[in-house]
């Protein structure tokens, strides 16, 4: 039993101390703060909560830690096991998959979604209905993908040669 458990604990610490995690980790981590202050910086008003929520859970906003993960997660790989590795092929496409969906689907949902609410808005005040709103998913636009895809691939960097 203690045999399994050192196992356990063994395989937890590797894992903790890889690269690729510690990097990937770390660049959601930092898009997060930075959408933070961006937030913070560019409204009068933020509660500590909101804050917190943008660090912790937020999603749309400069710079995109979808794409700072997966860039740093593509970048470590290729460092670690090469750019000629099956699991950087897999890590690549994973991550432009991920940034199209974040600049592309994500993006068009939420501005669609904001259309459908003003719609919707307008419409129960003209005719005296209660409209209920439907959920605006924050997409990125281009330049928020970017800087996030620098920010991963800087980390990852970072992590490898630092």
Known sequence: MSFLMSLKAMSLKAFIENPIVLSSLTSWVMAQIVK????????????????????????????????????SMATAVGVYDGIGSNLFAVCFFFAMVAMRDAMGVRRSSGLQARALNLL???????????????????????????????????????????
Do not use: N
């Open 36 to 71: 933070a202050l961006v937030v913070l910086l560019g409204s009068r008003k933020k509660s500590p909560r909101e804050l917190v929520e943008t660090i912790i859970w937020r999603t749309g906003g400069m710079p995109s830690s979808h794409a700072a993960v997966v860039c």
């Open 120 to 162: 919707g808005r307008l419409t129960s005040d003209r005719l005296g209905f209660e409209y209920d709103p439907v959920k605006e998913i924050q997409g990125h636009s281009p330049l928020e993908v970017v800087i996030g895809a620098l920010l991963g691939i800087f980390i990852a960097a970072a992590f490898a040669w630092l």
